[in-house]
């Protein structure tokens, strides 16, 4: 099971080092995982902390307050599912067995991300499919609860029979039989309810359903009751579980009349009148069947539906009387394109649908033309009225990775939908086994596409001012990263292209190409005697070695820009597990003047014992702080602390995304340096603020 993008992993993380629980954390996040860490400094902590939701705890198998034997007992008496991961410096036989014997899920090594990565994701995805489960068995026993009466309410004789043996029978079944009660028929062989004519050829049948062949639709025998009496009836077969057992629903029907009227009246019932193509009904129950078999044998079918093109306009040519034999004649098309085993339906009121079985993709992909042709090149005659009609189709290919009747025909749905957004006659067939292969070719796209902003013009800076709450003078803005679109005046906002840049190791390039285009923008408002202070976003790529330090000294001195008049931003959780490279890299710019400061602050599990190793310049609140902050006391509480804990180190506030008066008004009382958001400035490509 995955487990959805934007999901908060709730983690319990135990470990003396508040570094290195801090990495543990940092390094989720780094990877796109929202994380929510708790860290408990002593054991007493641990109720508390286990009583709220948690997800997954990450325990150092050293540490000692509290330690691993205290968290896997009070999880035990929690009575949570949270599976426990110790993290170890090297793994042997002895951790191994040590970590089986406490009840350890799965073992994390110290320093290696990937490893710690891959481990939590496998064990949350578990985790998840397990909660799922547990959900759905208590919907499933609901919804068998909620069957078994409607079955035991039925009029129609229904038996639930495993290995040729009857587990369940409804009242109108022990009635046909003349049984008084379930017991008496209970682990009766079906056998004995037929008439000995037919015994060898149901024997035959049974054996065929014993090793799994699909059962026939409907089958003629002569029954015979408790008594001996003898009639004709009629079973319909359908696969099903009972108390979680497979086994196969059995639909018992006398049979009062004529076989052969009777057969009549049957197929009636599953045609369509008008087209004589099956009806919605009994084509939903083939399409079940072949899901159900897709998912269990790995065999792959396709759906495709079909829908004429304009039909509205069709009926005002023809007139509303002449529907029934516009869609017989469409419906006589639609046949006479398919294969022999293909089943075709009427879906709707003017839609077909059609299951093709043992259909690959290219198969797939064939027929839906071959249909698409079919109508494109036929003049169909109605009444006296001659008229064209092409077809919009929507395909899916039914396999393991899309196995169920709800996935199939949203996805052939979306087909027909796509083929009608661009006009019609065409098809749209989605194949799940291509989605992997389109993503690489997406990646590759948009790989090529920041190579090209970086080193040409695609990517252009917003700005949004920032204000002095104390009136200090000149102004101040952050700069914004955006991405030229493919389309003129289009705009693509960062979240989509920088986990694609850093996962092919293109973000150092990125900060070189914002830092210098923020250094020309600062000297070009210089020469219009304005003295701007640009607040500029960098990652942790550029920490690495001393690139763009050498980068901004340059270009400082070639744009003749004081370096006041530059300020870097780092997030705070990145500063955290890269703190000698930030150090080293906050020294070096200090060099030329320019300062450094702490982005998404109060996020880490201890964001104040970083600033005493890092000094910042500045901290900007993370936005979290900052949502519904006028009717939130405990945020507001919050906010006052790090105001006053910042300022105690000689560092300015910045409070980001204040989106409503209310929360304008508390700022300004709230010790906060400086404010930022859309309730005061959204941002823009212009530097247009007055700030006096």
């Not at 508390?48 to 509290?66: F, N, T």
């Not at 150090?583 to 880490?604: D, I, K, P, S």
Request: include cysteine; aromatic fraction near 6%; charge should be negative.
């Amino acid at each position: 099971m995955r487990v959805k993008q934007d999901s908060v992993l709730r983690l319990l993380i135990v470990d003396d080092s508040v570094e290195a629980a801090e990495a543990i954390a940092s390094g989720l996040r780094n990877a796109g995982i929202a994380v929510r860490a708790a860290r408990p400094e002593s054991e007493a902590e641990l109720p508390a902390l286990l009583g709220g939701a948690l997800d997954i705890a990450i325990v150092a198998r050293e540490a000692k307050s509290p330690t691993l034997a205290a968290v896997m007992q009070a999880l035990d008496a929690s009575g949570k599912d949270v599976p426990v991961l110790m993290v170890v410096d090297t793994v042997d036989d002895t951790t191994l067995l040590q970590a089986q014997e406490r009840g350890v899920r799965g073992l994390v090594l110290r320093g290696r991300a990937p490893h710690l990565l891959g481990t939590v994701r496998a064990e949350w995805a578990d985790l998840e499919a397990r909660r799922a489960q547990r959900l759905l068995e208590a919907q499933v026993r609901e919804t068998e609860r909620r069957c078994d009466a409607l079955i035991e309410s039925s009029r129609d004789p229904i038996a639930y029979v495993h290995e040729g043996m009857h587990i369940r029978a409804n009242a109108a079944y022990l009635e046909m039989f003349g049984f008084d009660d379930f017991e008496d028929l209970e682990g009766m062989s079906l056998l004995d309810l037929v008439a000995s004519k037919d015994v060898a050829d149901f024997k035959t049948l049974l054996k065929k359903l014993s090793k799994g062949e699909t059962p026939p639709p409907r089958y003629e025998l002569e029954a015979r009751d408790q008594e001996g009496n003898s009639f004709p009836a009629v079973m319909e077969f359908t696969p099903a579980f009972y108390e979680g057992e497979p086994c196969v629903q059995i639909v018992f029907r006398r049979q009062e009349t004529d076989p052969e009227l009777a057969r009549e009246v049957e197929e009636l019932r599953q045609r369509d009148q008008a087209t004589g193509l099956l009806n919605r009904a009994t084509f939903l129950q083939t399409l079940e069947t072949a899901v159900a078999g897709t998912a269990q044998s790995g065999a792959h079918h396709a759906l495709l539906l079909v829908e004429p093109d304009h039909f509205v306009k069709l009926l005002q040519e023809i007139g509303l009387a002449a529907a029934d034999d516009l869609i017989a004649a469409l419906a006589d098309r639609l046949r006479s394109a398919l294969r022999d085993d293909d089943v075709a339906a009427r879906f709707g009121e003017h839609q077909f649908a059609v299951l093709s079985r043992n259909s690959d993709h290219q198969s797939t992909v064939e027929l839906a033309e071959r249909m698409r042709s079919a109508f494109a090149d036929h003049v169909f005659a109605v009444g006296e009225r001659s008229l064209s009609a092409t077809v919009s189709i929507g395909g899916v290919q039914i396999g393991e990775k899309i196995a169920s009747v709800t996935q199939v025909l949203a996805k052939a749905s979306q087909g027909v939908q796509s083929s009608v957004g661009v006009g019609g006659n065409r098809a749209d067939i989605f194949d799940p086994g291509a989605v992997d292969r389109a993503e690489e070719e997406r990646m590759r796209a948009w790989v090529e596409r920041i190579r090209t902003a970086v080193d040409g013009d695609g990517f252009v800076l917003h700005y949004q001012p920032v204000i002095s709450l104390h009136g200090d003078e000149g102004e101040t803005y952050e700069s914004l990263l955006r991405l030229r679109g493919a389309n003129e005046g289009e705009l693509v906002p960062p979240q989509m292209f920088l986990p694609i840049a850093e996962e092919h190791g293109l973000l150092w390039e990125i900060d070189r190409w914002v830092v210098g285009r923020a250094i020309q923008v600062i000297a070009e408002r210089a020469r219009l005697r304005k003295e701007t202070t640009m607040l500029v976003k960098i990652t942790q790529a550029s920490l690495q070695d001393d690139t763009l330090a050498r980068y901004i000294g340059e270009q400082l001195a070639v744009h003749k820009v004081p370096g006041s008049r530059l300020v870097l931003q780092l997030p705070e959780s990145k500063v955290f597990t890269h703190l000698k490279q930030a150090q080293a890299f906050r020294a070096a710019v200090a060099a030329f003047g320019t300062r450094v400061g702490l982005e998404q602050f109060g996020t880490g599990l201890n964001s104040f014992q970083l600033m005493q190793h890092f000094e910042p310049a500045l901290v900007k609140i993370d936005r979290a702080f900052i949502q519904d902050l006028a009717s939130n006391p405990e945020n507001q509480a919050k906010i006052r602390e790090m105001s006053a804990r910042v300022a105690e180190t000689g560092a300015q506030t910045i409070a980001e995304f204040v989106q409503d008066a209310g929360s304008m008004t508390f700022l300004f009382s709230s010790g906060v340096d400086f404010v930022q958001g859309h309730f005061l400035a959204a941002a823009g490509p212009e530097m247009d603020y007055e700030f006096q």
